[in-house]
């Protein structure tokens, strides 16, 4: 399983740690963990690098 880190572009914030799943609706992005608990921000995607398990949001 491939687990990521989410960052905020701006300061490199960690958003959400052990993220199994996002989805996008719009500008809405919704991150949910191995827990199954969801982190719904408004912003866009900038950047994944699946390799390092990173990515990075451009929050608004």
């Given at each position: 399983?491939?687990l990521a880190t ?6 490199q914030s960690?958003?959400?740690?052990n993220v199994?799943?996002?989805d996008?609706d719009?500008?809405?992005?919704i991150l949910?963990?191995?827990m199954?608990e969801e982190t ?5 995607i ?11 949001l451009?929050?608004?």
């Amino acid at each position: 399983m491939c687990l990521a880190t989410v960052y905020k572009e701006s300061d490199q914030s960690v958003i959400l740690k052990n993220v199994s799943r996002i989805d996008v609706d719009g500008t809405k992005i919704i991150l949910r963990d191995i827990m199954g608990e969801e982190t719904q921000v408004e912003g866009r995607i900038l950047m994944v690098d699946l390799a390092n398990s990173i990515v990075k949001l451009e929050v608004d």
